[in-house]
């Protein structure tokens, strides 16, 4: 295929980088044939942003401040969306036929590049309300009429989250459903604990969503021991593929 496809994330500090470091180790581990984007505010250090451009394909800053148009003036007014709007610039990278969007907070664990054969708009169900879907994984196609049609619906509309999930959802209504496989909600365990037991294997993402991140915790080099400090409800064994990828690939190229 000549294609141009692209997996494409989004970080806008120091913190989110270091998913991002290791969401990109986690994409080549499993030898994905795709571009691997990120997208980066000026909230980062230079450190970390030559640190990104080492590691990705492609680091592309995007400001929300620099555009000129009316809708951006409106959206000025509306600080509370954010690293939603941030994230819209996603459908802005016109270079590529079609991409899929992940967050900073996911972490692959086997083969996805056949995602690429989906269509915009896809995704997997939330697991907090499956008719809606989570938009921490998302196949689109790049257009810059879709980006400003999204962004004028933020503005009239909002979010109803004040997220980007809300936003989206409310957006594409017809919405392709993809498996929970390729969007594992890392606490979903708790709620569905026979689920995960038969299907768990088969997990293909996982995603750490809500205020505790795999790098808010620390780890055991010697004992190979994740502390779980704070209660966060991750799955241990997606927490340790995490940090292993993050202490062989990542730790000692940090700033
Ligand atoms: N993000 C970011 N900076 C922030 C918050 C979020 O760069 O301060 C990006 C990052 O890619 C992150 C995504 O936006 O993964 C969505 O946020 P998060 O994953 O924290 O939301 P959750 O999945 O927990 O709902
Ligand atoms: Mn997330």
């Known amino acids: 295929s000549t294609a141009k496809e692209a ?29 691997i984007v990120v997208m ?13 451009a080492e590691s990705a394909d492609k680091v ?9 148009d009316n809708v951006n003036l409106d959206l000025l007014a509306r600080p509370d969306l954010g690293v939603t709007f941030t994230k819209l610039h996603c459908w802005r990278l016109t ?17 996805i ?20 879907f989570n938009s921490g994984v998302y ?31 409310s957006y594409y209504t017809n919405w392709n459903r993809i498996s929970f496989l390729y969007n594992c909600v890392a606490q979903s365990f708790y709620s569905y604990l026979p689920a995960f037991k038969q299907f768990g294997k ?3 993402v996982a995603h750490f969503i809500g205020a505790v991140k795999p790098w808010h915790h620390s780890f055991d080099v010697s004992t190979g021991k994740v502390s779980e400090s704070e209660f966060s ?3 241990a064994d997606f927490l340790r593929h995490w940090w292993n990828l993050f202490v062989s690939r990542v730790h000692k190229r940090l700033p």
């Open 60 to 68: 592309v800053e995007v400001n929300v401040l620099d555009s000129r």
């Open 139 to 169: 196949v689109y196609k790049p257009s810059l009429e879709t980006y400003q049609k999204l962004l004028k619906f933020a503005v009239q509309s909002g979010s109803f989250d004040g997220g980007d999930q809300g936003l989206l959802n």
């Open 40 to 52: 980066i505010t000026n909230g980062l250090s230079q450190k970390m942003k030559e640190q990104l």
């Open 7 to 35: 997996y494409v994330t989004l970080c806008t500090n120091d913190s989110y980088a270091i998913g991002v470091l290791v969401w990109v180790e986690s994409l080549k581990e499993v030898g994905t044939t795709r571009q």
């Open 95 to 111: 270079e590529y036929d079609k991409c899929v969007f992940m967050d900073a907070d996911t972490l692959v664990l086997k083969n």
């Open 113 to 132: 590049d056949d995602l690429f054969e989906k269509e915009e708009f896809s995704a997997a169900p939330d697991p907090g309300w499956p008719d809606c």
């Open 233 to 235: 409800g991750h799955c």
């Open 202 to 204: 088969d997990v293909k």
